[in-house]
Every structure is written in structure tokens, then in C-alpha cells.
């Protein structure tokens, strides 16, 4: 049977020809499917760059916007229907870049939704220039000196924000991927996925067999559930851990924390105006 | 000698920030309007917390008049620096009266020492005034007793005596006589401030999802907003930045919630980018935009109509919009509530422009009729083949929700086909920009027409849009000529077109706006090729008083 968030017809993708994001969405289509999610209550929202296109990809609502400003409305749209399943998706740049401080600030609300980076090092869409994750010294059309900046360290921010799932894959590595995502859409709470990802244009630095080379799998006594020591695992480099490096529960996520859910689930289109409750209201500044 | 002040008082307090000047706002207002006062009061701030120098002006009088003035009959000065502060206002009729012999001594700090602490000189001082006013003094007892319940009865007793010890300093005085009519119909309206009246209209529009970021002056609508978020089923949240504030506004609207965003002008420029994503994803979208005097950061605190033009031209790109400015209590409340159900009809954003002098003014209104409400959605169960953007006869497609039907939802900043997908076919982008346009069309058959008060065989025609509408109004009473007409816009954008008919029928015409460049005489320019060069603009922070648009209209007279 073939896989209803999938297209019956074949789609023009604008993707470059091995790229690793084809990978990434095969490995989400695949997600998608084996939790069994309802089509109609899975929401995708980007906001610009080459991963943000993913949503057009994917056969579900979607809300592509602004550039880096995936996570408010991703927030919102959570918040006002909680029982869609929603997935923002969006690159190193997007993301961590342009949209930095609404990362920081999703995290700190801790919205049940899930977080997928296409990290690359690199700016595609805009053909070449460095990332907040670029390495230093890489040099580009606009760093022609080489990139002198501290790369961002996302897991460890993530970490350090107490994000509570807090993962890196490799899309390379497609089944490790498919897997880390399953567990990031059914965790309750903001979960982060960055996925290392080539971009066969732009970067010719961090290629398939540079991510192969730098990375590797964390060990199965491995406890993801320790943040300190999540912490310290997060800052090691070159080679990277691959992996969920945080987990934990103990945090109340935003939808559990807004008063209009205390006593009714249902979304906020689904419910009646009280003008009775308006009048008294009213009556009240008499 | 004694001072008869007869039908219209104007008191003014002033002292620093933090000397509890609300307080007696507070207290005054409820209990005068309670007695069948006309109550109206307007503060003035200084963009501090601590110190500095503000006034409130309380306005009590025996018919509705909730305009500013510029008189002051009763300077109640908390600091030294009061008198020097607002000599300009005091000097208008009797300076050297007001100035030397005009001075009546009453020790409020000493009185309020007396009870143990300086603190309670505020009490004090609306005490005088209700004994000045002759309140009844059972009356004040009761409702002193009432509005500090919550605190202590230390604080209670406290607060009680040194009312009553300004109560009998103010009935003893003989220098002052004032006389001011009650009525019955004053005591069943409604009290509240602009704020208020914007945040209840929300609320009737079925709003259920707010959000901003803190700047003077429209946090007050947030809070408020807030506060009710639990009566009212609404989803409050404070965001990082603006940029985030309109974006979650618009993820809100996507998944079914009606959403208001509540900003000041350097706020709404950081939502520029996100009011340009609403018109090209054809959401709808409340704004309140509550005005204060820039560029960048102006005068934070203070009042002026300087983002029209921001309003009309912000985001990039064509997309249609409508823009409110209410004139009254009463406008603020029905066309915000009117703005959520075109919002949703016509799938555009509507920014409701206020500012700092209409969101902090409070006065008595007769209470809001709510009969004619009604939360009018728009919202569509989908199908498979559901295409957000099908193309319709009159641009409006039906709007469906992620989770209601079976039907993808798809929206995309990119130009994109009817369901939504990035599109970069040309014939497609000429059918998706021309169905944004033919919006337009239709909203201009809803447009709520312009409010004229005065003579209908008026000659000359004062214009005024927005806040200042009961300023000009009882100017041009003031006046008592029977050639004036006043007409005030609170729609203003698409702005009605036949004007042109008002403005002609007129031998002079004139227009009234808080701001330095007749931001919307432009605006009527720009739809009728008509000019107007008779200006009265004020821009330095604070509202028109209605002596000083009196003065400026017989200039032009």
C-alpha cells in the first residue's frame, strides 16, 4: 500500500540532485506513516530556505511562512488545535539564524511540537554563504577571509535551554533517522532533531564522507536522561555524537500551561461565544 | 472672594510618578459617576517609573463632555514642581490670581502626617474634593470602605480617616463654590477607558487568542485582554519580539482561534514583514495599533495620529487591508468587535488605529448594547479536493482549517497555485494578484460611512479622523455658529469615495490631526484629488484641547 502522505502523481521537486534532503524526507514520509498519524491532523510549518520546501512535499496541511519565523505560528497552531500533530521543519540558517530568537523563546514555552534542522553548514537557497553553523574557516562569497565566527552549538543550547528531547542524526543514515523522528514527533514537549545533512552544491567542505568521518553513534549505556552529562556530551566535535543525547519528562509543556484546556480539550474553533458572559462583563463597568 | 465654578470643572492633579495620582483617578471616577457625576479624565505621563512630573485631568460636568481642556479651575499639586509644570494652563484666565492670591493652603502631607505617614496625602486630596463637591458623606464612607477591602483594616481605617480629614478641609472652604447638576441616566452607564472599551469589543468579536510584546501605549489592551483570558476562553501570551507576535497571530487564525495583536507604531514596524505574509496568504488578522509620537523611539508615553501613513503603506508588496480609528468609546467597541467579522469575511488584515489619548482616556457612556452581536465565521469543513486559494468571482476563497474536513490546508509565502503549492507560472501570479485585489471591490461596499454633527447647511467643514473626534465636536459647539458642520472618520481605509460631495458642498474646508504632516488630508488627496490647505495639526506630544481647535477654527473663519 502506498503511503498516504505521499503524492499518487509525481511532484517537481526543487531540490539538486543528491541532496541529502531527499534522503530526510523519505526518512519522514516513512515517520509519518509507521506512527499511523491521521493525514488531517498532521500540520507541517517552514519557514524559507531549501528545507523549508519540504512541506511542499509532503501530501498534509501545511503553513509555509517567513523566513525564520517557523516556531510562532507553529507554537500557535498547537496551542489553538492541540490535537494536531505539528512538525516545523527548517535549515541551520532558518532556524538558528534569522529565526534564533524564536527558538530560544519555543523552547522556553515548551509547545508540544516537534523541531526537524536540516543542518548543512551552508546557505543553499541563497547560493552559498555561511551558516551560524558554519565551520570556521570556510571561506564563501560573502566570508572570502574564511568564516571567523564560533559556529553555534545547537545541542548544547538546546540542552542548556532544557529542551527535553534533544537529538542529532546523520541523513545519511536513513533508518537512525526515520527512528530519532518517531520518538521526537510522539515525545510530549518541544523535541529538537538537527540533522546533518550534505548539500552537494554549495558545500564542499562537509560532504557525505566528511559527516561520515566527523561523526559517530553514542554507545547503548549511553543515559540520555542525565542533563549534565548530556551537556558535556553536546559539546564534543569533531567527531560528533549521533544520537538522542537529552531526554526527560519533567517539564509541563504550554499547551498544559494555558487556562482556556483546564477544564475543556477541544480546539478553540469547536467552542460557542457566552454573550450572556459578555453582557455581565459589560454590566460590570456600571 | 469666592470662585463660583458652575456646570463644567476641570481639576488637575499633579505631582511625580509614584505619588499614587491614580489612585485618586481611581477613587474619583467610580465614586463621582456613581453619584451621577459626567466624569471624564485624561493623564498625561512621563516615561518613567519613579519622579518626574504627571498629571491627571479630571473633568466633572453637568452635561457630556469628554474632551480634553486646556483651563484648569483646580490645580491639586502633589510636588513642588506642579505649579511650574502646568503654569501655562493655570496662567489662561486669571494668572496672577491663580499664581499668588489664587493659592489655597491645604497641608496634605501634613494632615497625612498626622495619621502616621505621608502616604495617604493622595487620600487626602480626593477627600477635599468630594467635600468641595458636597458628596454625601455616608456615601463616601461606604465606598471608601469598599475599595479598599482587599487591604488590611489598618490600611482600611487608615485610608478612611484621611479621606474624611480632606473631606471637611474641602467642605470648609468658602473660597470655592462649585455647582454641578447630577443625573439619574449617569449612574446606570458604563465608566471605563478607551483600553476597555477595545478590549470588550475584541472580546464580542469572538476574540480568543492575543498576543504582544509590553509598549506604552497599548500594553494596557494586552493585560486586559489577559485578565480575562480565563472568563473568556482566550489564549494570552507575551512573545519574544513583534516579529514573533504577528507570525503567532497568524499560526492562531490558520487553526481556526481569532487572533489580536496589540502594538505601538515601533512595534507594528518590526510586523511589517508578517502584515505583508497576511496578505498574501489571505489570513485574516486583528492589529491594534494604539499611536504614540515617533520616529523610533518618540515620546513613549505620549500621545500624537503619526502612523497613518505606516498603517496604509506597511508591508511590502499589493494586498488589500482595512483600517479603523475610532472617535468614541462606543466606536472602539463596535468596530473592533465589527473588525473581527470583516477580518474573517474578506480574509485581510484590519488594523484598528488608537492612540495614547484614546486608550488612556476614561469616561461615563451609556452601556453597550449587545443585541446586535453577532461572531460571524467563516470557516468551511474541507474536502479532498479542497484548494485554499480557488479562484472565485469575488476573490474570497472559502476558508478551511488544518483538523475540520479531510482536506489539506496548504499556505504558502511564495506566490503559489489554488492549493496553495509554490507556483512560478506568470499567468498564475496575475490570477492569485488580481484575486487579492478584487477584495477590495467588496470591502468598500461595507465601509461605515463618516459621522456628520453640526449644521447640514454648513459652508465650512472641519475633518477630523480617529481619537479626536469629542474634541472637535464640542469645539465647534463651542462655537455655536450654524455654518459648521464636523465630519469625523473612524473608517478609514478604503476611504468612502464620495466625499468629494461633503468637501464640495463646502466653502472652506479644514482639517484637525495629532500629527505634523495632515498624514490623512493626504489620504483625501490621494482619493479625490482634493486639497485641503487649511491645517490644524498639533504634534508636540499631548491631545487638542478644545479651547485651542476653537481658537485655530476662527483663524480659518
Not at chain 2, 492575543?210 to 494570552?236: H, Q
Request: glycine share 8%; hydrophobic share 40%.
Amino acid at each position: 500500500m502506498g503511503n498516504i502522505f505521499d503524492f499518487e502523481e509525481k511532484i517537481d521537486i526543487a531540490w539538486c540532485p543528491g541532496c541529502g534532503d531527499y534522503s530526510i524526507r523519505k526518512a519522514l514520509l516513512e515517520a509519518l506513516q509507521e506512527l499511523n498519524l491521521k493525514k488531517e491532523k498532521v500540520v507541517l510549518v517552514s519557514g524559507i530556505g531549501q528545507a523549508a520546501k519540504m512541506p511542499q512535499y509532503i501530501n498534509t496541511s501545511f503553513f509555509n511562512g517567513l523566513h525564520g519565523r517557523g516556531l510562532p505560528p507553529a507554537t500557535a497552531i498547537k496551542a489553538c488545535n492541540p490535537e494536531l500533530t505539528v512538525i516545523a521543519v527548517g535549515g541551520d540558517g532558518d532556524m538558528y539564524g534569522e529565526g534564533g530568537n524564536h527558538f530560544l523563546h519555543a523552547t522556553r514555552r515548551n509547545p508540544d511540537i516537534t523541531l526537524f534542522v536540516h543542518e548543512n553548514m551552508v546557505y543553499g537557497l541563497t547560493k552559498g554563504q555561511a551558516a551560524p553553523t558554519s565551520r570556521t574557516g570556510m571561506k564563501t562569497p560573502v566570508q572570502v577571509f574564511g568564516v571567523f565566527e564560533k559556529p553555534l552549538n545547537p545541542i548544547a543550547l538546546a540542552i542548556s535551554l532544557d529542551v527535553t528531547f534533544v537529538a542529532r542524526v546523520f541523513c545519511g543514515d536513513i533508518e537512525q533517522t526515520k527512528d530519532v523522528m518517531k520518538k521526537a514527533i510522539l515525545h510530549k514537549g518541544f523535541a529538537l532533531v538537527d540533522i546533518f545533512q550534505p548539500c552537494v552544491t554549495f558545500n564542499k567542505i562537509n560532504t557525505f564522507k566528511w559527516f561520515k568521518d566527523n561523526t559517530y553513534y553514542l554507545s547503548g549505556d549511553y543515559d540520555p536522561s542525565d542533563r549534565t552529562g548530556a551537556f558535556k556530551k553536546s559539546l564534543e566535535e569533531e567527531p560528533f555524537p549521533l544520537g538522542i543525547i537529552y531526554k526527560s519528562d519533567h517539564r509541563t509543556t504550554f499547551e498544559e500551561n494555558i487556562s482556556v484546556y483546564k477544564n475543556d480539550n477541544s480546539p478553540l474553533y469547536k467552542r460557542e461565544f457566552d454573550i450572556k458572559k459578555l453582557e455581565a462583563e459589560i454590566n460590570a463597568k456600571v | 472672594m469666592a470662585n463660583n465654578i458652575t456646570d463644567d470643572l476641570v481639576i488637575v492633579l499633579a505631582g511625580q510618578a509614584g505619588q499614587g495620582i491614580q489612585v485618586i483617578e481611581n477613587i474619583l471616577s467610580s465614586l463621582l459617576k456613581g453619584t451621577g457625576y459626567n466624569f471624564f479624565s485624561t493623564s498625561e505621563l512621563m516615561s518613567r517609573v519613579r519622579g518626574g512630573l504627571n498629571s491627571t485631568e479630571l473633568r466633572v460636568s453637568s452635561k457630556r463632555s469628554p474632551g480634553f481642556l486646556d483651563r484648569i479651575d483646580l490645580l491639586i499639586p502633589l510636588h513642588n514642581d506642579a505649579i511650574a509644570h502646568l503654569k501655562k494652563r493655570i496662567s489662561l484666565g486669571e494668572k496672577d490670581k491663580v499664581n499668588y492670591e489664587g493659592i489655597i493652603d491645604i497641608q496634605f502631607t501634613g494632615i497625612a502626617n498626622e495619621l502616621g505617614n505621608a502616604v495617604f496625602s493622595n487620600t487626602v486630596a480626593a477627600g477635599l474634593i468630594c467635600g468641595l463637591l458636597k458628596i454625601d458623606e455616608r456615601e463616601l464612607e461606604n465606598f471608601i470602605f469598599k475599595y479598599f477591602a482587599v487591604k488590611n483594616e489598618d490600611i482600611r481605617n487608615k485610608n478612611l480617616q484621611a479621606i474624611k480629614k480632606g473631606y471637611f478641609a474641602g467642605q470648609a472652604l468658602t473660597e470655592i463654590n462649585i455647582s454641578i447638576n447630577k443625573s439619574i441616566e449617569v449612574k446606570t452607564d458604563l465608566l471605563l477607558s478607551g483600553a476597555d472599551a477595545i478590549s470588550l469589543g475584541a472580546v464580542a468579536g469572538g476574540c480568543n487568542y492575543v498576543c504582544g510584546y509590553p509598549m506604552s501605549p497599548s500594553t494596557s489592551v494586552l493585560e486586559k485582554m489577559s485578565s480575562y483570558a480565563e472568563k473568556f476562553d482566550i489564549i494570552a501570551e507575551q512573545v519574544e519580539d513583534e516579529i514573533g507576535v504577528v507570525n503567532m497571530a497568524l499560526g492562531a487564525w490558520y487553526a481556526g482561534a481569532r487572533a489580536m495583536v496589540t502594538t505601538s507604531g515601533g512595534g507594528f514596524a518590526l510586523m511589517s514583514e508578517g502584515l505583508s505574509l497576511c496578505g498574501m496568504i489571505e489570513s485574516p488578522l486583528i492589529i491594534h495599533l494604539a499611536q504614540r509620537p515617533g520616529p523610533a523611539t518618540g515620546l513613549p508615553t505620549r500621545t500624537e495620529q503619526g502612523d497613518l501613513n505606516l498603517a496604509l503603506y506597511a508591508g511590502h508588496g499589493d494586498f488589500p487591508r482595512i483600517i479603523l480609528a475610532p472617535g468614541t468609546l462606543e466606536e472602539g467597541f463596535r468596530l473592533t468587535q465589527r473588525a473581527f467579522n470583516l477580518s474573517d469575511k474578506y480574509q485581510v488584515p484590519v488594523l484598528i488605529l488608537t492612540d495614547q489619548y484614546y486608550v488612556d482616556s476614561i469616561y461615563n457612556t451609556p452601556v453597550f448594547k449587545t443585541d446586535d452581536i453577532r461572531i460571524e465565521k467563516y470557516i468551511v469543513e474541507t474536502d479532498k479536493n479542497y484548494k485554499r486559494f480557488s479562484l472565485t468571482e469575488n476573490g474570497i476563497s472559502p476558508r478551511g482549517i488544518p483538523g475540520f474536513g479531510n482536506g489539506n490546508v496548504c499556505v504558502d509565502s511564495d506566490e503559489h497555485d489554488e492549493s496553495g503549492h509554490i507556483t512560478e507560472d506568470s499567468d498564475m501570479r496575475i490570477k492569485m494578484a488580481d484575486k487579492r485585489f478584487k477584495k477590495f471591490e467588496s470591502i468598500k461596499k461595507d465601509i461605515s460611512p463618516a459621522t456628520l454633527t453640526g449644521s447640514d447647511n454648513y459652508t465650512t467643514l472641519v475633518i477630523c479622523w480617529g481619537s479626536t473626534f469629542n474634541i472637535v465636536n464640542e469645539a465647534v459647539e463651542g462655537l455655536g455658529s450654524k455654518d459648521i458642520a464636523v465630519m469625523h472618520f473612524s473608517w478609514i481605509f478604503p476611504l468612502q469615495e464620495n466625499i468629494i460631495e461633503y468637501l464640495n458642498k463646502a466653502s472652506n474646508v479644514i482639517i484637525v490631526e495629532n500629527n505634523s504632516s495632515a498624514q490623512f488630508a493626504m489620504l483625501i488627496k490621494q482619493t479625490t484629488g482634493y486639497s485641503i490647505d487649511k491645517k490644524i495639526l498639533k504634534y508636540n506630544g499631548l491631545p487638542f484641547s478644545v479651547e485651542e481647535v476653537m481658537k485655530e477654527i476662527q483663524k480659518f473663519i
